[in-house]
Nanobody, 117 residues
Framework: QVQLQESGPGLVKPSQTLSLTCTVS??????????WSWIRQPPGKGLEWMGA???????YYSPSLKSRTSIFRDTSKNQFTLQLSSVTPEDTAVYYC?????????WGKGTLVTVSS
């Protein structure tokens, strides 16, 4: 029933900010006690958890990305957004949003973001 869909530009220039929005249907992002997460997978590499925003609005970030990452939400649109600043080509990856309930039980299909000039 829960569906998530990523949206945003597929190409970002180095040094700019990557911005992706996840639109959630079939469930509210404010419902106790779910977390709404961003995960990425660079080509040829494994999944990397980036961060999450909780039902309460609290945010949590991967230590390796915390300095560049911001997650916020728009509850009126049932959306949450990832912003990753100062991107480099190493940030090229498929980006996923997901619902976290101990495990990631619902995922978006993912969207490829390429960082290139």
């Amino acid at each position: 029933q829960v569906q998530l869909q990523e949206s945003g530009p597929g190409l970002v220039k180095p040094s700019q900010t990557l911005s992706l929005t996840c639109t959630v249907s079939g469930g509210s992002i404010t419902t106790n006690y779910y977390y709404w997460s961003w995960i990425r997978q660079p080509p040829g590499k494994g999944l990397e958890w980036m961060g999450a925003i909780a039902y309460s609005g609290s945010t949590y970030y991967s230590p390796s990305l915390k300095s560049r990452t911001s997650i916020f939400r728009d509850t009126s649109k049932n959306q949450f957004t990832l912003q990753l600043s100062s991107v480099t080509p190493e940030d090229t990856a498929v980006y996923y949003c997901a619902r976290e309930d101990y495990a990631m039980d619902y995922w978006g299909k993912g969207t490829l973001v390429t960082v290139s000039s």
